[in-house]
């Protein structure tokens, strides 16, 4: 049974995590990193599959994303990018329907534009989301929402829908517009630079490599493959308890556990009910990431369908030894087995009706017992019900990541934003106790 001491307790070894172990061992605390897997990276994972190189969870990074890019400035790291399409497919009402990538883009704009159109009105200081305050009423109304009064033409809804539900990572009508507003707003109301931030640039060794150097400059201690079953916790100090017996003390907590497995830690006395609420609510992702391996060369594209479909987007990503790897999302994880590659394959005919899969991988977020979701997505009055609340430390414990960013929340961005964040409030807490 183990009783150290240490200054920071952090549980979750994922960006937030990592940021919030070197931001304060660099200031001289003792930090412990406990993480449940047996790998560090959270809902990151790089690993050598399919032929090459892939990213199982969050990918894409930009420079309109400040707080990432500050750290790939930091170490030096280089980007890669996803090959410009040249022809697209989408589906309407079942139909499908062909044409350039320019044409696709063209048609799309017609209805992101407008959805976008008061996005920095609205969040007109977007790593604030209450400054323009009055949101109660937006936050109520869901993308559909907002979709049903904009009077759009079928082929407009439909891709319309369909590039939500992606965002989304779940049906469209699930997602709460202020969340999409926000997205909107941090890409200068923006649609297509919102489309670069989320599936362009990549880090070219993999989010592995910034997760490393992150690690390595942090020189905290780590320990894998160490979930855990409980936090006790006073205005003093706490004790984290693991699933294996150990009990290790702290004077201040930092837990990036996802929202929707908040409440799987018994935290004693419990969390506030704001937060117990938030949580047994969980947020909107739900839905899956496949990589598929079809035979043949083929030039690179992208696809899109709405939200009635096993997959809503497929993108060309690589060429591997005269196949293609591509790339897909679907808005339920329940509805498509990702390591089966006739299901996949059944999946991609919708839009490619000769495509044969050789092999198919993904990695079941939903199942995961240490995330059930993917990238964090606020439901309608989540926003204005649970932000504030969850963003309050109570006693000793702070929680910190993706999911309780105020800017990119659903990226890396967000981790790191609020993995800064929280760090300075631990080290003001720590110092009024010295």
């Not at 204005?384 to 969850?390: A, I, S, V």
Request: aromatic share 8%.
């Amino acid at each position: 049974m183990k009783m150290t001491d240490y200054d920071v307790l952090i549980i979750g070894g994922g960006f937030a995590g990592a940021t919030v172990a070197r931001e304060l061992q660099h200031k001289g605390f003792g930090v412990l990193l406990l993480e449940a897997r047996d790998r560090l990276g959270g809902r990151t994972w790089t690993r050598e599959a399919l032929g090459h190189r892939i990213e199982l969870g969050g990918t894409w990074v930009h420079w309109v994303q400040p707080h990432v890019w500050a750290e790939i400035t930091r170490y030096g790291l280089e980007l890669t990018q996803s090959p410009v399409p040249s022809w697209s497919r989408w589906i309407v009402d079942g139909e499908l329907r062909k044409g350039s990538a320019e044409e696709f883009l063209g048609l799309l704009d017609g209805g992101m534009s407008r959805f976008l159109g008061d996005s920095r009105v609205r969040f007109e200081r977007p790593y604030d989301p209450f400054y323009s305050g009055d949101l109660e009423e937006l936050d109520g109304l869901s993308v559909t929402d907002r979709l049903d009064e904009m009077g759009l033409d079928r082929e407009q809804y439909a891709m319309t829908e369909g590039f939500w539900t992606i965002c989304f990572n779940a049906p469209a009508r699930e997602g709460a517009l202020t969340q999409a507003l926000r997205w909107g707003a941090l890409s200068m109301g923006d649609w297509q630079l919102m489309l670069e931030a989320a599936a362009t640039y990549k880090l070219a060794e993999g989010t592995k490599a910034l997760m490393e150097a992150i690690i390595g400059d942090a020189g905290a201690d780590v320990e894998l493959s160490k979930p855990v079953a409980a936090v006790e916790h006073s205005a003093e100090g706490a004790t984290v308890v693991s699933r294996d017996g150990d009990r290790i003390s702290g004077r201040s907590v930092v837990v990036t556990a996802p929202l929707n497995v908040l409440n799987d830690i018994g935290f004693r006395p419990g969390l506030s009910e704001g937060k117990r609420a938030a949580a047994n609510e969980g947020q909107a992702s739900r839905g899956l990431k496949v990589w598929a391996r079809l035979r043949g060369e083929m030039e690179p594209f992208i696809a899109l369908a709405p939200s009635d479909q096993p997959l809503t987007w497929l993108q060309y990503e690589y060429a591997v030894d005269g196949d293609s790897l591509l790339i897909g999302f679907g808005p339920d994880a329940g509805q498509l087995d990702t390591k089966d590659p006739a299901a996949v394959q059944k999946a991609i005919r919708a839009w490619l009706p000769e495509a044969g899969v050789v092999e198919s991988m993904g990695h079941d977020w939903v199942s995961d017992e240490f995330s059930r979701q993917t990238w964090p997505m606020l439901k309608p009055n989540q926003l204005t019900r649970y932000l504030r609340e969850l963003q309050r430390p109570e006693d000793c414990v702070f929680l910190a990541g993706s999911d309780y960013a105020n800017g990119w929340m659903g990226f890396i961005d967000g981790a790191m934003e609020s993995g800064l964040q929280v760090s300075r409030e631990v080290k003001e807490h720590l110092s009024a106790q010295a």
